[in-house]
């Protein structure tokens, strides 16, 4: 599944450096999660860090973006490999 952020954060910005997936960024009024790079840390971490870190525990499961395990797996890979840059030669 991917997480969202509510209105309830206060910007305290500790979460987004912190994200293996560059997945949070700042938007109009808050941070907001982009659900094509959150992979619930799958792949990174035991444990989401956005929700251990957060202070005001404001970052549940996002209801439009529920996904299984496998297909958490499937999306660290693809970002995994968009981010290696291609052997030359
Ligand atoms: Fe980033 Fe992990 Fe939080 Fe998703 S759960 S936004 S991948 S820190
Ligand atoms: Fe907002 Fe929580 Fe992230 Fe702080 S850690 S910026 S309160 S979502």
Redesign the pocket.
Known sequence: M??MITDECINCDV?EP????Q??SMAHEHYV?DPA?????VGHFEQ????QLCPVNC?PVDPAHIEDRETLWRKYRRLQAASVTPARG
């Open positions: 991917a997480l979460c912190e994200c293996p997936n997945a949070i999660i790079r959150c992979t619930e840390c989401p860090q956005c929700v970052i």
